[in-house]
């Protein structure tokens, strides 16, 4: 494996019955970005996050993160390199029976059983900050949480482990759009200090022009395209072409390069 991929994707196939979803899919994820994941509803997104991760098993093909293999391992393996990611599912995954404080601490259960409880708290109450929610939000159950605040909590205990790569499916779905901000520029923050990378399923424009640093599309059972947005403009994919330089495509480019006018507008009016 190359030193800069974190995980890589050869071969990947995956059925359910006759449906085929993937067939000889090829991805590199490289250490240190974050990759956005995009392509039409049903395309298998989630699916090929949760072949990464070890949920499915593909029919064919292979799956390494940091350079190891993650087919057929065995359960003890797969949990040592399982201990360096952290996942945030679709709808957050929150165990419902418990706090957000005791939600983050179960990962970190899982892997030092013999924790004392104070340090296991602050550890916990540490993970609820970064993820940006007030310490109030430690003791409630996620049924009392906003729905920001729901994707926050999961994020904190997705980052429960200090992990080096991150998983992300539709962080800012159903958020409105200044949560969804604030989200994108939480999450661009902690690949900063953390030193992610970050595997980043979305439907969200914006989330791709403000934080990703390369983009891949999913389509016709394949990654049929990885680079940046002006790399996958160049190309004359029709899907591509709609998605990026579509009415919506275009507005989230527009906000982008508003904000970041407005930006060196104001460094350049401090320095003045
Ligand atoms: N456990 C499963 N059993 C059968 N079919 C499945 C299963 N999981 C996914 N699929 C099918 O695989 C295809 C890809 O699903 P996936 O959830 O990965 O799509 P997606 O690209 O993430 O879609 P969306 O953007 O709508 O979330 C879909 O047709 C789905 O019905």
Redesign the pocket.
Known sequence: MGDDAIIRVRGLRNC?GE?V?HENLDLDVRRGEILGVV?G????????MRSIIGLQTPAEGSVEVFGENMIGRDEHEAKRVRQRWGVLF?NGALFSTLTVAENVEVPIREYYPNIDQVLLDEIAAYKVAMSGLSAEAGPKYPSELSGGMKKRAGLARALALDPQLLFLD?PTAGLDPIGAAAFDDLIHALKGTMRLTVFL?T?DLDTLHAICDRVAV?ADRQVIAVGTIPELLALDHPWIQEYFNGPRGRAAADTVARAEAQMSKGKSGMTH
Not at 41 to 48: A, I, N, Q, W
């Open positions: 359910f449906q979803v392509g509803s049903g395309t298998g997104k989630s699916v090929l679709q539709e399923i439907h999913l």
